[in-house]
């Protein structure tokens, strides 16, 4: 086992059956062994997702799912609305772009999050909006975003309501049937608790719909192509999937199955209230609104004085735990606490105690063992 413990917004721990279940034999993915475990692994998937519909594995991280997702759904040339207030909003932006999609950003303050009205307001104003995106948990910033109240919304029209829980499904409440998403997808290595390298894709029939009328313009993420060898019999995989990272998400899904989705959603929930009082108990100051802080990542600002190589250097090189930094223009003005997938008390006293270890040595606080304090009463 990694003797650093990773409190990453992802890649996440690992636990040894996922790890166990990867030594499989790698079988022929055009055989029946295939795909009995692919029709067991999409089943499992679509339970999490909690919809009725199919879905999809793509051998890729979350990021191919963020590019399938909009390429197979929108064409070139017609109009997405994206909501950007983090990194993760801003590689929809690209992506669409890239793909030369009429690109539209509903700008969110970082640290804050959309609300349903603005949604709304946005839909209103222009009628020709044929997708809206929303980041459901902005690993970035540490904000969740209200994905029921604006499936409330979009329900009035007919745009796509794409929605990426990367972060969040399996950590935090996404019901993709009660909140009306028309695209849901993720990825493997967050609070699935699986290794990297795996997404997943579900899509509702007004989506593939839309699929049907876009003319394919990606070649190794054509959903068209997914959903035609899905339905094989046998079913398969269009190209060559990881056979072992299926396996994996086989296993990491039985795992989050077994705990309950919501007994799993609770103890993230659980998990990021402790961290947020600990982080004040620190004396230290979040960045993100709490109101609408995340259940999977905790963002924390970097307290004065303090760089980021010294204060994150230190906690991974001398008390074995890997935090995460600021990204763009948060770099070293942030640290994120990942507290997603196997996470309880033990890893969150953990990580307080190097927090505090760390911020003592380097002069900051006074009270190094606060944050562990503070974790003990929230798991009492
Ligand atoms: C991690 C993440 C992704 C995908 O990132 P990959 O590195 O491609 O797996 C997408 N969206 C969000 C919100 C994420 O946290």
């Given amino acids: 086992m990694n003797d650093i413990l990773l409190m990453l917004p992802g890649p996440t721990t690992v636990a040894p059956r996922v790890l166990n279940a990867m030594s499989k034999a790698v079988v022929n993915h055009r055989g029946a062994k295939y795909g009995e475990i692919l029709t067991e692994t999409t089943e499992l998937m679509s339970k999490v997702f ?22 197979n759904t929108v064409a070139p040339g017609e109009k997405m609305l994206n909501v950007v207030g983090g990194k993760f909003g801003e590689r929809f932006m690209k992506i669409a772009q890239t793909h030369g999609i009429d690109a539209q950003e509903l700008a969110v303050e970082w640290g804050t999050a959309v609300t349903p ?10 009628e020709d909006i044929k997708a809206v995106s929303v980041i459901h948990n902005e690993t970035s910033t540490g904000v969740a975003a209200p994905i029921e109240a604006i499936g409330k919304v979009m329900k009035n029209y007919d745009a796509l309501y794409i929605v990426d829980t990367v972060s969040s ?16 997808l993720t990825g493997s290595q967050k609070c699935i608790a699986a290794p990297p390298g795996m997404a997943a894709i579900t899509l509702s029939d007004d ?33 060559t999937p990881s056979v072992s990272l299926t396996y994996a998400m086989n296993e990491a899904l039985k795992m989050v199955m077994e705990e309950g989705l919501d007994n799993r959603v609770a103890r993230h929930h659980k998990a990021a209230k402790a961290s947020v009082a600990a982080v004040k108990a620190l004396g230290l100051e ?34 074995g735990v890997e935090l995460a930094g600021g990204q763009d223009h948060l ?31 380097l002069g900051a606080i006074d009270d190094a063992g606060a944050g562990v304090a503070s974790i003990a009463e929230s798991y009492l």
């Fill in 331 to 361: 770099k070293g003005n942030i640290f994120r606490i990942g507290h997603m997938g196997n996470i309880s008390y033990k890893e969150l006293t953990q990580t307080f105690a190097a927090i505090g270890m760390t911020l003592k040595g």
């Fill in 207 to 239: 989506a593939w719909a839309a699929v049907d009328k876009v003319e394919s313009n990606t070649f190794y993420l054509d959903l068209k192509a997914a959903r035609k060898s899905g339905s094989k019999v046998p079913p398969e995989t269009p190209y």
């Fill in 286 to 319: 979040l960045f993100a609104d709490e109101a609408v802080s995340s259940a999977t990542v905790t963002a924390v600002k970097m307290p004065e004085g303090i760089t980021d190589a010294d204060f994150r250097g230190t906690t991974r090189d001398k008390y």
């Fill in 50 to 71: 909690q919809t009725q519909n199919d879905s999809y594995l793509l051998t890729g991280s979350g990021t191919a799912a963020m590019e399938a997702g909009i390429a």
């Fill in 169 to 184: 499904l399996a950590g935090d409440e996404v019901n993709v049937d009660k909140f009306g998403i028309d695209v849901c």
């Fill in 117 to 126: 009205e603005a949604v709304e307001e946005a839909l209103e104003a222009d």
